[in-house]
């Protein structure tokens, strides 16, 4: 089974992601070493509150959640808190059970990335699903400690689609650029899923009815639920999805690849961070001139099967929320 780590800034959509995930560990098929939150979606007081009653909520407390570093370039981007909620769970966190784990006692990230990379190097897969902020921050502490990873499988970027946050720049990527680019420069075992596959996964009210279907007292399909219905309605007030009821769940492209590669198309090749552009900061350059060259740093996601990926996510969050 694969020993994993995932790095998130819930988040609607790492929310989905993070209940899938949780129902692969649940069925035996991954282990989940640890959970860095990051900041991002919302602040790291608020993305470590969410992703500790995530696991609350599922049973899986004793995992450990790190508090996010903060820092980056500070003031880039906004955060997302006016499409994912306040509190980055679509404003249901007072709903889901008060986790045992606190912010002040919690670890940083970047020590926990790098303790965890040391004890089992080449061993771990990074799931990074927000800004790239703690594993730059674990990087510059600890230098050649992600080359320790297995993968580090990144939900980020836009390379032919246009950009979410601004014209040209993704959300995690545009959030901190710098960090984006150190994790860039210095790793050669990413896998990219850009906007260009993931805005392709969206997930509607009728699939959260069908996970609801087969428990429909169980308070993790009722969080599906909730969580779906908000996220539609700013998906909508955003025209984030051309008028049609769902909502992005850009994340779990992440998990995908990890566990249903079918789904997923890749190239390789090497990506560059634009960081000093005045209308392209925070964008992901990939060099297309020539085939594969040495030296590739990413393998990059081009095409994604949507409609199998999403079946066989909520066949598994079906799994998670029966008894
Ligand atoms: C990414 O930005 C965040 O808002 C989402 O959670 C996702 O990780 C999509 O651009
Ligand atoms: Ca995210």
Known sequence: ?????????????????????????????????????????????????????LLALCGYESVEVARGVIGGSEGDAEDAGDIHGADGMGNLSHTLPEPAQSYEAARYSDEVLIEKLKQAPGEITIIAIGPLTNLAAAEKKSPGVLRLAKEIVIMGGAFAAPGNITPEAEFNIAYDPEAAQLVFATCDNLIVLPLDVTRHVVFTPAMAEQVMEVAPTSPISKFVMGLCKFMVGTALAFRETEGQQGFLVHDASTLAYLFYPETLRFRRGQVEIEILGQWTRGKTLLDNRHKVKPGANAWVATEIDSVNLLALMI?????LVKD
């Open 1 to 53: 089974t694969p020993k994993l780590i995932l790095d998130t800034d819930p988040g609607g959509d790492d929310s989905l992601a993070f209940l899938w995930l949780l129902s692969l560990v649940k069925q035996g098929l991954a282990e989940l070493v640890a959970v860095t939150a990051v900041d991002g979606n919302v602040h790291a007081r608020l993305t470590f509150a969410a992703a500790a009653k």
């Open 315 to 319: 066949e598994d969050l079906k799994v």
